[in-house]
């Protein structure tokens, strides 16, 4: 008996860096990639931020959440854990996702990393989607690369190729 129901190939993660733009409006336009891996997510509600002022995060609201009970129940510096949800909340807000897959990035937030109306770069990584101004890519990269010497070959060590 043939199988009626059409096998799903489940949608992964998007790996690299890829461009966008912050519109005059502040609306960042996801690539499709993007697009396609979290039009997935049962809740297609986003909640947008920054945890250190310098790269904004687009949380899936269920992994915000997620963040949320982790720093409520974070007891080694309580204050800390305080203080990043204060961050979170005085830059963040609760977005969606537009028919043309735009999040709307808060006023306050776009100051704040300077991508009003300018190139941004945007990365999937640990949940949640990085973006970063030209600006803060450039600092990243040039970190990055200061540090991979040291570090690669105790990766490949362990098992990296």
Request: proline share 6%.
């Amino acid at each position: 008996m043939e199988n009626s129901q059409a096998q799903v190939k489940p949608v992964r993660p998007p790996l690299g860096i890829y461009s966008s733009r912050c519109d005059d409006k502040g609306r960042v336009r996801l690539p499709k990639e993007f697009v396609e891996y979290v039009s997935t997510f049962a809740e297609q509600e986003f909640f947008v931020t920054s945890l250190d002022g310098n790269v904004g995060r687009i949380y899936p609201i269920e992994v915000w959440r997620e963040n949320l009970r982790i720093l409520a129940e974070y007891t080694e510096d309580p204050q800390a854990a305080e203080d990043i949800a204060y961050i979170a909340d005085t830059w963040g807000a609760v977005s969606g996702l537009d028919a043309q897959g735009r999040i709307l990035v808060p006023p306050a937030l776009r100051r704040k990393l300077e991508i009003e109306d300018q190139k941004v770069n945007l990365r999937f990584y640990n949940g949640a989607i990085d973006l970063y101004s030209e600006a803060a890519h450039e600092k990243r990269l040039e970190r990055a690369a200061a540090s991979v010497a040291a570090a690669l070959p105790a990766l490949r060590k362990a098992g990296l190729k």
